[in-house]
């Protein structure tokens, strides 16, 4: 089949978060299934320079608010593969510099209503095939509410393909004014509850949903946890009213860019390849080279003091190493992090390292605590592909206590590495990590550690319980060498995927 892929980001060519990769890797899987992806971007400023060259396909005129635009769709070349990337070019809505959503101060583009209605009505021009070449795309399958419109705008072509949208994240709804509805010139009979008006003003992302002909989501747990007003964001209704047209499929990880056997970010490679004394060693003893490296890197371990009292040196590579990275929002329990690191510090040998942009209130905390316990708390914040890596192979423990996960990467990469990761009971967290328990052990499912109330206290408690398992060695290697052996790749969730285009 061909099957477009429309997304505001991918790795490798912009990428804020797990949406990027899913979107990189998951095109990957169905290939090599054997269908035909492509896939379309915005034309952002960073994206059009990374290009190795841009060819014209055609140029259209659509409605922005108040003027017509004048859109000229692009082939581009990548720079390191061949793979088929279209870009929307409308400099006047794409040609600026840095995160695609928000301007430098973190606040949303003003005009983000516009570039994404601009943005998925050009993928609808695409939706009876690509100008100039005979290919049409059997599938659109859109992700996110930037894209939410595209089922919407695709419904109203005859013959039409069939269209799939992913929900990557429920609390990002793309909602505007009815102001907005109307100056983005969209048919007015989409102003009613069941097409996109939602509390007053409308969504981007309900067009998604009630428009494409499947509807999915990145995890079964997070499918049936939307249904309910705990985790709905409003939405509950009408996801219970799709029914079957709604399922959960669990992302896969990219297992070539996430491994830690040829990982060129990291400074010691490493894989698990079966339970000897020997090649238990082996990962281990790369894993310390790891875990120095980052100490080092991150100055929690002092490279001069290292050299000379070497006890000190052996106490910090014995004690506990945390991580997390991600993006320093509510969702992610950045809040809880923060409430426990002083309790944490006081009462454990444990350090810590956190990688992460986000909220400035959250950014300023956790830059004070550093300031506190600078050789036992590192904060970098900022946005690195290199670091990420490292803290995933250098860490002990991998901290992501989330109030909601639609499905959570960082927590897959992290068995990937043989870091366990320590978890909140929800969302695609609750389906790919298995607590630590006396019958989790001794049938040696055992992965990680998983979180039952969100509290400051509980998360306390439950790395205190973690810290407990890493001092007994064989227990923690058992829980790690686990982690390493899961089937984290696409190959089920692809042919998933594959299945639901078919029956779509
Ligand atoms: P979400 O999509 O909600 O942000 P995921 O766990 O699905 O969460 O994916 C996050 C992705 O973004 C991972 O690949 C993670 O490594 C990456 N990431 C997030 N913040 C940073 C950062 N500051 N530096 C590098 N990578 C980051
Ligand atoms: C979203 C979710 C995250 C998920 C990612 C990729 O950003 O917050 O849980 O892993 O999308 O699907």
């Known amino acids: ?126 939706a009876r095939g690509i100008p100039g070449s005979d290919w049409v795309p059997d599938v659109i399958h859109a992700h996110d509410w930037q894209t939410g419109l595209v089922p919407a705008f695709v419904s109203m072509a005859h013959p039409r393909p069939k269209t799939v949208f992913t929900i990557h994240n429920l609390a990002y709804d793309g909602y505007f004014s009815h102001g907005d509805f109307n100056s983005l010139a969209l048919p007015p009979e989409w102003w009613s509850p069941q097409h996109v008006e939602f509390h007053g003003g409308f969504s981007m992302l309900k067009a998604g949903m009630v428009f494409a002909d499947r509807t999915t989501t990145v995890s079964p747990t997070y499918a049936r946890e939307i249904c309910t007003p705990e985790f709905g964001y409003g939405f509950e209704g009408i996801l219970k009213h799709l029914g079957d047209r709604l399922s959960g499929i669990i992302n896969g990880i990219d297992l070539d860019i996430w491994n830690p056997a040829n990982d060129a970010f990291i400074a010691c490679n490493y894989h698990f390849s079966g339970n000897s004394a020997t090649e238990r060693k082996k990962w281990q003893a790369a894993k310390a080279e790891n875990k120095k490296d980052l100490l080092l890197k991150t100055g929690l371990l002092d490279r001069a003091k290292a050299a000379t009292t070497k ?59 550093a300031q506190q316990y600078p050789d036992r708390l590192h904060v970098h914040i900022g946005y690195s592909e290199a670091f990420a890596h490292r803290i995933e192979a250098g860490c002990d423990l991998f901290i992501m206590p989330s109030r909601f996960e639609p499905c959570g990467l960082n927590q897959m990469y992290s068995l990937r590495y043989g870091t366990p990761p320590l978890v909140n009971h929800t969302g695609g967290l609750a389906d790919t990590v298995t607590d630590t328990r006396a019958e989790t052990l001794k049938n040696r499912t055992a992965t990680g550690f998983v979180l039952h109330d969100l509290k400051a206290q509980s998360l306390l408690s439950t790395v205190i319980r973690a810290i407990d398992v890493y001092r007994k060695p064989s227990q923690w290697a058992q829980i790690c060498e686990t982690a390493m052996s899961q089937e984290l790749g696409w190959d089920t969730s692809a042919g998933k995927y594959q299945a639901l285009y078919r029956e779509a």
């Open 1 to 126: 089949m061909n099957i477009l892929f429309a997304a505001s980001e991918a790795f490798p060519y912009i990428k804020t978060g797990g949406l990027g990769d899913v979107v990189h890797s998951l095109p990957i899987a169905l290939r090599q299934l054997g269908d035909d992806v492509r896939l379309v971007l915005p034309a952002y400023r960073d994206v059009m320079a990374s290009m190795e060259s841009l060819q014209d396909i055609a140029w259209w005129d659509l409605p922005g608010v108040g003027l017509t635009h004048r859109v000229r769709l692009l082939l581009a070349k990548p720079a390191d593969n061949d793979e088929f990337v279209y870009l929307i070019d409308v400099p006047a809505l794409f040609d600026r510099p840095g995160n695609p959503y928000v301007n430098t101060e973190g606040q949303n583009w003003p005009d983000n209503a516009e570039r994404f209605s601009v943005f998925s009505r050009a993928v609808a021009q695409m």
């Open 311 to 369: 006890t000190g040196a052996a106490a910090k590579a014995e004690a506990p190493l945390l991580g997390f990275i991600g993006r320093l929002v509510e969702q992610k329990g950045v809040d809880l992090i923060i409430e426990m690191l002083p309790a944490l510090l006081t009462e454990s040998k444990a350090s810590m390292v956190i990688l992460g942009t986000g909220d400035h209130l959250y950014e300023t905390e956790l830059k004070k605590l």
